[in-house]
């Protein structure tokens, strides 16, 4: 377990080399945990290494039943990837699973946007809001959610 933690330290300090290098450690140590390849996944991510993202991610949902959030990180990787039917598909199951999570909502706005699906990506945002309304991004997507109405590009 310390492996997966100085791992953690590591990501969170921005150290992804020495992350990634701790979470293979800790899957030496513990090949049947799913946390490790979580920790993967989340480093993948965010060295933009959207394949190993997914492969990280979905190796752990073998290992144990997949979370809501599991599968929106899964969903958001996907979405980077331009696999948007995936993607979506993802998020219902993660809806199905909690559809009190606002992070499905907000992702689920990232997909709709990128289809160039204005009035979905604007429903879900606005369903994020209900959830989150105190969330820390809520300038930025209320920019989004003008743009989108709009008619102009929003950028990612």
């Known amino acids: 377990n310390a492996h997966y933690y100085w791992g953690q330290a590591a990501m969170n300090t921005g ?3 020495l992350a990634l290098q701790e979470a293979n450690k800790e899957a030496k140590i513990n090949p049947r945990g799913a946390g490790p390849l979580l920790l993967m996944g989340d480093i993948y991510y965010l060295q933009r290494n959207y394949s190993k993202c997914i492969s990280s991610y979905q190796l752990a949902v073998k290992m144990q039943p997949a979370t809501s959030d599991v ?9 980077l990837l331009g696999s948007l039917d995936t ?13 009190g999570n606002p992070d499905v909502w907000k992702e689920m706005g990232g997909v709709y946007e990128m289809r160039n699906d204005a009035e979905g990506a604007v429903q879900a945002y606005r369903q994020y809001f209900n959830l ?4 820390p991004d809520r300038g930025l997507i209320e920019d989004r959610i003008k743009q989108l109405l709009n008619g102009q590009p929003t950028g990612e």
């Open 15 to 17: 150290n992804l080399d």
């Open 132 to 135: 989150a309304p105190n969330s």
């Open 71 to 79: 599968y929106v990180k899964l969903a958001r990787c996907y979405r």
């Open 87 to 99: 993607a979506l598909s993802l998020l219902k199951q993660a809806e199905a699973l909690e559809s």
